[in-house]
């Protein structure tokens, strides 16, 4: 059974890194005005009038939300609205966005947020699409299988640097059953995404940080894949180069990114790159496969409810230097590319000057992971669909995971 499930993956992740290479189409105007007329165009093109709207809470008072609902309401669209705090989105969480959706007639959704809100939206259209059936039956790869007449038009405005604006997987948080679990179909690629750099310009630096690490994670986990191609390389390098660029300028230049008239251009022009290289890292990392990364940040998430760019920061550093000991081939083959060591020196450079964990620790009175279960978790979750280059023994893994839990705990 684990030989057949091995034969499927493979197949599925080869058919999807060489030969479907299609993205979503970009909407990035001058400024956020030009880019909402631009999708207001397009929900008309589509003969889209009715739009359930999922957005992060915190983005629902935002000037630019105001606005944005303006222009749309003055267009004669009809907007239902549902906005949430996401860490994680989860399967109860999914079905009140379907109910929403059908019983308000709807006929596209436009997600406005992190990762989290974005893969709300992806399994809410999971659901739609195949309404009779279960989200515990549509996880894994492949299983949605849909016909364009079916599936409403998604629309992902990214409001933090993550790789789902572009990617066709969804995580869904199972609560019940204590998992986190992948939809993967190109039926949830978002048909379109709408970058504003202005939607992120509020964004502290320590949150552009925190998700760009988040992305990188990603990129790189799509670069050393099992499954990956010439088509995945090039976007996960062309990622890995750019972020690493710009978290290097701000860790040089803090004073550069402060939020005044002064530098709110060139705060703009980063993130144009940053939502750039996460377009990228979502082309790739849907079609690769992740690894001992996410299989970690999974367990977390069940676990101790953290989110997924904490614990990829904190993990990436870890796993690459375990890979270039155990395996430093892995690094070869990408040449002069990227200096892998000097990526490790960086990369904890950066966890160390944030103090990102503190704010997100778990609500647990212990001051420890329980390793023991979350190892258990990360060998099965890695068994299933995930794409390591290498496998990690026992002890290597258990230590990576008490190196994990000081992190966040000193």
Sequence with gaps: MRLMQKIIKRIFFLRTGLWNKKEPRVINKADAKESELHLIHILREQNANRILVICAEDFKSHIYFTKLKERMNGAGLKLTLYAAQVENPSITLVEQCVHLFFSNNCQAILAIGGGSIIDLAKATKARIIRSEKSLHKLRGLGKIRSSNKSAPVLIAGPTTITAAES???????????????????????????????????????????????????????????????????????????????????????????????????????????????????????????????????????????????????LTLPLIL???????????????????????????????KTRSTVTAHQPAKQTKFLPIREISEYVKKDIDSIHSPPLKLSDEKLNEILQKISQRIFD
């Design 167 to 313: 990617s066709k997987a969804a995580w869904i948080v199972d609560h019940t059953n204590q998992i986190k679990y992948i939809l993967n179909d190109r039926a949830l690629q978002p048909n379109y995404v709408m970058h504003c750099a202005e939607y992120l310009t509020t964004l502290s630096n320590q949150l552009l940080v925190e998700t760009s690490l988040g992305t990188l994670a990603q990129a790189f986990e799509s670069l050393l894949s099992k499954n990956n191609s010439d088509y995945i390389n090039k976007n996960a390098l062309e990622a890995i180069s750019e972020i690493l660029n710009c978290l290097e300028n701000m860790a040089n230049n803090p004073a550069s990114f402060i939020d005044n008239n002064q530098t709110i251009a060139g705060k703009n022009q980063m993130i144009e790159t940053l939502l750039n290289s996460a377009f990228k890292t979502g082309n790739a990392s849907g079609r690769s496969g992740a690894g001992y990364i996410t299989a970690i940040a999974n367990a977390l998430t069940v676990f101790c409810n953290l989110p997924y760019s904490i614990v990829a920061g």
């Design 321 to 351: 230097e375990v890979y270039l000991n155990k395996k430093p081939s892995l690094f070869a083959r990408f040449g002069n590319d990227f200096n892998v060591e000097k990526t490790i020196t960086q990369i904890n450079g950066l966890s």
